[in-house]
């Protein structure tokens, strides 16, 4: 079966995946935003706070993990999709939990044509965004590790001007 035209946004925390997923949505692109940021949003409506929901770590990343494979159950194999962060992402969070991974990346392979690694930005702290800057250092290592792994094709994506980071995308399609 041929891969569907899934693309993943990637890298660590602050590093630009939601604002160039907001300009690939302005150019007619259909993108998933960041699971994590979504569920912990819903959560926050009824009144469960980000820190509350997270207070078991472990569990939250599995949450994390099975939405975003129901969302790729759902998501059209024939349509060209911009992903925040893909399901390999799941294998470095489900590492820093202490948690199994052999089930996920038995599940994460072949699921994507290209990813994309972001270079960090500037740190901004806020209520999604917990993480400790050894926490964020580890991370970006294990989610290279996790896409390399499993042997994606990678575009490294330098600091730069989102609409310079956006040609590039566009022009590696």
Same mark, same amino acid.
């Given at each position: 079966?041929?891969? =569907? =035209?899934?693309?993943?946004?990637?890298?660590?925390?602050? @590093?630009?995946?939601?604002?160039?997923? $907001?300009?690939?949505?302005?150019?007619? &692109?259909?993108?998933? *935003? #960041?699971?994590?940021?979504?569920?912990? %949003?819903?959560?926050?409506?009824?009144?469960?706070? @980000?820190?509350?929901?997270?207070?078991?770590? @472990? $569990?939250?990343?599995?949450?994390?993990?099975?939405?975003?494979?129901?969302?790729?159950?759902?998501? =059209?194999?024939?349509?060209?999709?911009?992903?925040?962060?893909?399901? *390999?992402?799941?294998?470095?969070?489900?590492?820093?939990?202490?948690?199994?991974?052999?089930?996920? $990346?038995?599940?994460?392979? %072949?699921?994507?044509?290209?990813?994309?690694?972001?270079?960090?930005?500037?740190?901004? $702290? %806020?209520?999604?965004?917990?993480?400790?800057?050894?926490?964020?250092?580890?991370?970006?290592?294990? +989610?290279?590790?996790?896409?390399?792994? +499993?042997?994606?094709?990678?575009? &490294?994506?330098?600091?730069? *001007?989102? %609409? #310079?980071?956006?040609?590039?995308?566009?022009? @590696?399609?």
């Amino acid at each position: 079966m041929e891969t =569907p =035209p899934w693309y993943v946004l990637t890298g660590t925390i602050c @590093s630009g995946k939601s604002e160039l997923i $907001k300009e690939l949505m302005k150019v007619g &692109y259909n993108c998933v *935003p #960041e699971v994590a940021r979504t569920l912990i %949003d819903e959560y926050e409506t009824i009144g469960i706070s @980000s820190k509350e929901l997270r207070k078991d770590e @472990s $569990k939250f990343q599995q949450m994390v993990l099975e939405r975003k494979l129901g969302i790729e159950e759902q998501t =059209p194999k024939n349509q060209t999709v911009f992903f925040d962060r893909g399901v *390999p992402d799941s294998i470095a969070y489900f590492e820093i939990c202490g948690l199994l991974t052999d089930d996920i $990346k038995t599940v994460s392979r %072949d699921r994507y044509r290209k990813v994309y690694f972001l270079e960090r930005l500037i740190f901004k $702290k %806020d209520y999604v965004r917990v993480e400790d800057e050894a926490t964020i250092i580890k991370l970006n290592r294990l +989610l290279l590790k996790s896409y390399k792994d +499993l042997g994606y094709e990678i575009v &490294y994506i330098q600091e730069m *001007p989102v %609409d #310079e980071r956006l040609k590039i995308i566009l022009s @590696s399609l």
